[in-house]
């Protein structure tokens, strides 16, 4: 048999059998399900039994229904689904053999309530990292796609300075006057960005007109927002940025689940101006490079136009120095130095909730750590994604931070070296849950999780063992805290 589950808080209030193929629920004490509450209406839903499923129907309610914090109009239930009908009457669909909506774990809602189309629309925005180049244009989608995930209706992403000052000009908003924002004047809970700010985390907040609720914001009463969220966008212990986002409709209340979804996001937003930064490093030294080649360009022309001129002069005052000597014995070739390649690729550390390390093998002849060469236009960070998704299979990253870069030959397809091509490797360090390993790419047929400890011995490249080494001690801590980004 189906129930209803009322909850308030973590604490089960009632359970409803659903032993009839229609359930009123409302205001009015002619409902089966009476909830006497201002923010109900006298009838607001019904749960009706249609080809063996149960739907829920809004019925023109003045704070409309949602499910797992999505507005519906109608909606066919499926286990464990989380009906709100006010901002403290929460019912959940489950079956008598289920589990305890209680005891659901962050993974847990994480299945049961992350749905498909969600997930689709984190993917789509991390492949939009790929495929624009402007930052601008990158954080305003970020920015859309979050808010519709988590059903709020403005917001922004604003960059910090290195002193974790936020600098408004360089704010991407959503239907807030970005003049305000700019002038540090937007509407918005100004105490919510100094908490992120300073705690470093996660901020969640309800209005509400009592001051002892958890969260209760003076001045997102005075600015009339009902709920609100900041996440800072961090690189290493540094904030870089802050997300925010917020509702001013009286249903809209932020869930856990809201929440892993806009942290998410908000890593997005930090790789992708960690990458602009990079990029923008990038061409700046190749800028430079480019500068200093024509410089020795004109030089080279320079010298030759003097030398043209002199060998001129000279057989203007002396002819004989343009006749012909005899030819002299000529000198043996000296052997010419093989040139070498300088190529920039990227990878990562994987770590999973064991606290095991992803190592992969190339062309089947040698092990490393995933990673491969950055594409024309391609961010690094971006880079180091799409080759450990090639290289084990692995779809869900979470970017803990940039670790620091290294230079080795690279390895032929014997697994020997090739000391023709010299690599820049950019690295960076992520966790992940998904343990199964499906390698996409036919060059590298293996990957592998092994402990920490043991890494090193199966590393190939005397350059991968010694960098391995020395970021080890700061793995194991990282493990031994229980830390996952």
């Known amino acids: 048999m ?13 359970k409803y059998p659903m032993d009839k193929p229609v359930l009123s629920i409302g205001r009015s004490k002619d409902n089966d399900l009476v909830f006497d509450h201002p923010k109900v209406s006298r009838n607001h839903a019904r749960i009706f039994l249609e080809n063996g499923h149960y739907t829920v129907q809004d019925l023109n309610s003045t704070n409309y229904v949602f499910v797992n914090g999505v507005r519906v109009k109608q909606k066919q239930l499926e286990v464990n689904d989380r009906i709100q009908i006010s901002s403290d009457i929460h019912l959940v669909y489950s079956e008598e053999t289920g589990p305890d909506p209680r005891q659901n774990t962050m993974m847990d809602m994480q ?42 209706e403005r917001g922004f992403i604003v960059l910090t ?63 009339k927002i ?59 030294e190749k800028n430079k490079q480019q500068e200093e080649l024509e410089q020795l360009n004109l030089a080279h022309k320079n010298l030759e136009e003097r030398h043209q001129a002199l060998t001129r002069k000279l057989s203007i005052l002396d002819p004989t120095v343009l006749l012909e000597e005899p030819e002299a014995e000529k000198p043996k070739a000296v052997p010419q130095p093989t040139p070498i390649a300088h190529t920039y690729s990227s990878g990562g550390v994987v770590l999973n909730s064991k ?61 020997t ?16 849950e998904q343990e199964e390993l499906k390698p996409q790419d036919p060059d590298n047929p293996e ?19 010694k960098y391995f080494e020395g970021i080890l001690s700061d793995l194991l801590k990282l493990r031994e805290s229980g830390t996952q980004a």
């Not at 509702?247 to 960690?274: E, G, P, S």
């Not at 950055?374 to 803990?400: C, D, H, K, M, Y």
């Not at 070296?417 to 992940?432: A, S």
């Not at 920490?452 to 490249?461: D, K, Y």
Request: charged share 25%; hydrophobic share 40%; glycine share 6%.
């Open 2 to 14: 189906k129930f209803l589950t009322h909850l308030k808080g973590n604490d089960i209030v009632k």
């Open 111 to 152: 299945r049961h309530f992350i749905h498909k189309d969600d997930l689709m629309r984190l993917k789509k925005v991390t492949q939009s990292i790929l495929t624009l180049n402007n930052l601008d244009m990158i954080l305003l989608n970020i920015l859309k796609e979050g808010l519709g995930l988590i059903g709020a």
């Open 161 to 223: 300075d290195t002193h974790e000052k936020i600098l408004w000009k360089y704010a991407t908003t959503y239907r807030i006057d970005k003049e305000k924002a700019e002038s540090g004047q937007a509407d918005i809970s100004h105490s919510i960005l100094k908490d992120a700010l300073s705690e470093k985390h996660t901020i969640v907040r309800l209005n509400s007109d009592n001051p002892q609720v958890l969260g209760h914001s003076e001045s997102m009463m005075s600015q």
């Open 226 to 284: 009902y709920s609100a969220m900041c996440a800072p966008l961090m690189l290493r212990e540094r904030v870089i940025g802050l997300f925010y986002a917020d509702a001013k409709q009286l249903m809209n209340n932020f869930t856990d689940v809201d929440q892993f979804l806009f942290d998410y996001l908000a890593d997005q937003a930090a790789i992708a101006i960690v990458n602009a930064k990079r990029y923008a490093d990038l061409q700046a």
């Open 355 to 415: 606290g095991e390390v992803l190592i992969v093998s190339q062309k089947g002849t040698s092990w490393s750590l995933p990673k491969g060469k950055i594409e024309v236009g391609e961010e690094p960070a971006v880079t180091a994604q799409r080759e450990i998704f090639e290289e084990s299979g692995i779809e869900f990253l979470r970017l803990n931070r940039p670790l620091p870069s290294y230079q080795r030959t690279a390895l032929n397809s014997e697994g």
């Open 417 to 432: 070296e090739d000391r023709g091509e010299v690599k820049t490797i950019y690295m960076y360090l992520f966790t992940t």
């Open 447 to 465: 990957a592998r999780w092994v402990p920490l400890e043991s890494a090193t011995e199966l590393l190939t490249h005397a350059k991968d063992k």
